[in-house]
């Protein structure tokens, strides 16, 4: 058994923004680049710098679960420790996503560099001068560019003058502080400040500067996210080639299970079919037990978690939704992880309803709702024994096999 070392840098990544300029429909983090998204390519750059740092992503309520999915495979992918990764819940405004990255910090941890998802391009070599810098400074630090426009200052829609711009910088993250100043600063804030370094500059606390870079720009527009994805196409991240202990992946199995009574209104949904004249079974969605221990197994034999963690009462967009949604999620999420299912065999126990007329048919809905997986379903009763027995629900246990994608 191995300890892991207590490290000395954290990186709070913050990627809890909605995403509005961006006009994507969708939390900006959470926004497709090329294979993967905009968080997993910022957590790239944030490991190929500091693999043995301690890091925090600070998700959006309700979109942790994808974030530890984007979290874990970055970390596997750089060989970095599980144990040093961790996602917390944001909060209203970007101020309030930092503090609550701070309040997640190890007692060892002595510099934190905060950095922006949305700079989702940013090479690892500007974190390594933001540490080099504060080592050398104990000074707050933060990467900057040269303003290239020539600058003009207004009054209404008439220019009154020009700006030296030779006296002026774009500010890029991370943005790196020694913890000490740094949570001391957020304790005495009372408003709401543009960046982390003007936090600190208010509190008395000098700021200093190293070279950023020009990838490093911050996704904000629909014609950024073009010029992204442009970049990303030239060079695009591989497949995950290995897991955690960087030996070739071979097929993973996993196994789910899942229970719901039959005390619903309705009508019952069970195997992604929907069942005319049955008893209707609870739950926060359909109460589809069969799709449910699908997802389990699935998510099980990629190493994310389980359904509750993806699919908890805490996403209303799954309230009432059938196994397809469920089912086309779980594949997009263990395809982000690299892998594909193989195969998915379940058994159904229960009195009713009685599947061998529509078992093919339920069969081909469960397959194409898993991108054409091969998918096996068996029914039993429990000759009169336990709640299944009693005609008081079902009960579904699936297997399933991933394979590398």
Do not use: C
């Amino acid at each position: 058994m191995s300890i892991t070392p207590s490290p000395r840098v954290a990186v709070v990544v913050v990627a809890a923004g909605s995403g509005t300029r961006l006009g994507a429909g969708e939390h900006k983090a959470f926004v497709g680049l090329g294979r993967h998204t905009i968080l997993r390519h910022a957590l790239d750059g944030v490991f190929a710098a500091h693999e043995t740092a301690q890091v925090i992503v600070v998700a959006p309520e309700g979109r942790e679960g994808e974030a530890e999915t984007d979290l874990f495979e970055a970390a596997a992918a750089a060989g970095a420790s599980r144990d040093l990764v961790s996602v917390v819940t944001g909060g209203a405004t970007r101020q309030e996503s930092v503090a609550a990255g701070l309040d997640a910090l190890w007692p060892g941890i002595e510099i934190v560099l905060v950095h922006d998802a949305a700079r989702a391009l940013t090479p690892g070599a500007v974190f390594d001068r933001v540490v080099s810098a504060i080592d050398r400074t104990n000074w707050g630090i933060v990467p900057v560019v040269p303003v290239v426009d020539t600058i003009k200052r207004l009054e209404g829609d008439r220019i009154t003058g020009m700006v030296d711009r030779s006296q002026l910088a774009a500010a890029q993250t991370p943005q790196g502080f020694a913890r000490a100043s740094l949570e001391a600063a957020y304790r005495v804030a009372d408003h709401e400040y543009t960046d982390d370094a003007a936090l600190m500059a208010d509190a008395g606390h000098p700021i200093g500067v190293v070279d950023g870079e020009a990838l490093a720009f911050k996704i904000t527009t629909p014609a950024d996210l073009e010029r992204a994805r442009a970049l990303v196409a030239e060079h695009p991240l591989p497949a995950i080639p290995v897991s955690l202990d960087r030996t070739p992946r071979s097929p993973r199995v996993g196994v789910g299970t899942d229970v719901h009574a039959f005390s619903g209104s309705g009508t019952l949904w069970l195997a992604g079919l929907e069942w005319p004249g049955e008893p209707a079974l609870s739950g926060h969605s359909d109460g589809d037990a069969v799709a449910h221990a699908i997802v389990d197994a699935v998510l099980s034999a990629a190493g994310l978690g389980d359904i509750g963690t993806h699919f908890g009462t805490d996403r209303p967009e799954f309230e009432g939704a059938h196994a397809d949604a469920f089912l086309t999620h779980t594949l997009g999420l263990v395809g982000e992880a690299g892998w594909a299912v193989g195969n998915v065999a379940v058994q159904v126990r229960a009195n009713r309803p009685r599947f061998a007329e529509r078992r093919a048919e339920a069969e081909r809905a469960l397959s194409e709702a898993l991108g054409g997986a091969s998918v096996s379903l068996s029914a039993t009763t429990t000759d009169g024994l336990g709640f299944t027995g009693r005609g008081e629900g079902v009960e579904a246990v699936a297997v399933a096999l991933l394979v590398p994608a």
